[in-house]
């Protein structure tokens, strides 16, 4: 007998540190690599594992997050299956989710409706793949309350994670800790350590009890990787699962195991340039485990003008449908639908999202361009940082973000 399982995305982050990306729309509902939006990754990954009961918890700025899933993301209901966003519905008074757990804790009804033996619960904004089938099977065969996925990491960079100490035996969790500065390494690379990928497998029972009890604890932030996964550790029901032990059909060695964070605009911006190489690091041409989405109804792409210094060229980028390349240059970057450049202007190692319009003469530069953004003739985005960071957002490492139909200055 198939066991039943319910799968729940976790979509409600405001995230901040990618403003202005998400100052109109939630995280998990920014565009990424041209035409899919971040939570198609997730979402992409449980549909080829076969799990086809999906809810998506939302809350901040969800209506382009809920647009996006209601017009993509359409399941048979002749076999029950179904992809749901649900927002905060405060079925426990007059307040949002307060964290993660909170969030499930709020929406257990969806669990008790559906009557699951177990409940994936993982994270809407990372960009990788991951066949999730696997990783249940581990969980079952391991009789934990809760697997968490882990991907191994440098120990140096243990302070930048949610880090998982385990056991002498590489399974069982002995405790989970928030960024770190001194760590031990994993038992069979001392060199190593395990990050959380914020990707959960839960025995639906433990589950239920676990946020339920949370509930109760005034002192607690509600959080699934804060307060819900440490509860099991210290009871000992915690065990990882090894993201490099997960094969997904298709992949090849240099881009098996890849995942992103992107949670900052340098991070961001990384994973697109991840995206164009000849051998890409994450190759989006893997046919054997597609990411879905729906892009509408656009046009080939069309490069046009083929004469002296006016020629529409593209080089080690991805171009999507709906563009019109004019006499212009484009150079490793990624360009979303409905984009536009013109005559003589030149984009290099940038992101164009959706209806981008580049004047004549115009010159972009390691820049992120949100959509509908109308940049001048003759303008300049990423040629003088000092000029460019009293006009827009530059990022640590110098990537210049112009946020959703925001004005280009001459």
């Known amino acids: 007998m198939a066991v039943k399982v319910l799968a729940i995305v976790l979509a409600g982050g405001e ?3 990618l403003m202005p990306l998400t100052a109109d729309r939630a995280k998990p509902g920014v565009p990424f690599g041209g035409i899919y939006r971040m939570i198609d990754f997730v979402l992409s990954n449980l549909a080829n594992g076969g799990y086809l009961k999906m809810v998506v918890l939302t809350q901040y700025k969800s209506h382009s997050l809920d647009r996006h899933i209601s017009k993509t993301w359409r399941m048979s209901t002749l076999l029950g299956n179904y992809v749901t966003p649900v927002p905060a519905q405060q079925r426990l008074g007059p307040r ?13 009804n969806l ?39 882990g991907i191994r990491q440098p120990k140096s960079l243990s302070d930048q994670f949610g880090v998982i100490d385990v056991a002498e035996d590489g399974k069982r969790i002995k405790a989970f800790r928030e960024k770190p500065k ?30 339920t ?16 996964i440490p509860m099991l550790v210290e009871r000992g029901e915690a065990n990882v699962y090894d993201f490099r032990d997960n094969d997904v059909p298709g992949s090849h060695d240099r881009d098996r195991g890849y995942w992103r964070d992107v949670g900052t605009l340098d991070s961001f911006y990384e994973a697109h340039m991840d995206l164009i190489a000849t051998e890409p690091i994450f190759n989006l041409y893997n046919h ?5 989405t729906n892009y509408g109804s ?24 709906g563009v019109v390349v004019s006499g212009a240059l484009v150079e490793r970057s990624v360009i979303s639908p409905n984009v536009r450049v013109n005559s003589w202007a030149h984009v290099e190692g ?32 990423g040629v003088d940082l000092d000029r460019d960071r009293k006009l827009y957002t530059v990022s640590d490492n110098g990537v210049v973000v112009i946020g959703k139909g925001q004005k280009v200055e001459l």
Not at 121 to 148: C, E, L, W
Not at 288 to 292: A, L
Not at 298 to 321: C, L, N, T
């Open 15 to 17: 995230g901040k540190r």
């Open 298 to 321: 656009w046009p080939p792409a069309k490069f046009v003008h083929g004469y002296d210094d006016r020629q529409g060229r593209s080089i080690e980028s991805m171009i999507s449908p």
């Open 350 to 381: 940038s992101v164009l999202m959706e209806g981008v319009k580049v004047g004549r003469r115009a010159v972009i530069r390691n820049a992120i361009l949100d959509k509908n953004v109308i940049v001048p003739e003759g303008a300049q985005i």
């Open 111 to 149: 669990i008790n409706d559906e009557s699951p033996d177990y409940v994936i619960v993982f994270g809407a904004d990372h960009i990788y793949r991951m066949d999730p089938k696997q990783m249940v099977n581990d969980h079952i065969a391991s009789g934990a309350a809760v697997t968490v996925a």
């Open 182 to 211: 001194e760590v031990d390494g994993l038992p069979d690379a001392p060199d190593e350590i395990f990050a959380s990928m914020g990707n959960y497998i839960f025995t639906t029972r433990a589950l239920c009890e676990a946020v």
């Open 96 to 108: 949002w989710f307060a964290g993660s757990a909170d969030a499930i804790y709020q929406s257990l």
């Open 288 to 292: 054997d485990w597609p990411i879905f």
């Open 213 to 228: 009890k949370d509930a109760q604890d005034p002192d607690s932030k509600h959080d699934m990787g804060g307060n819900i």
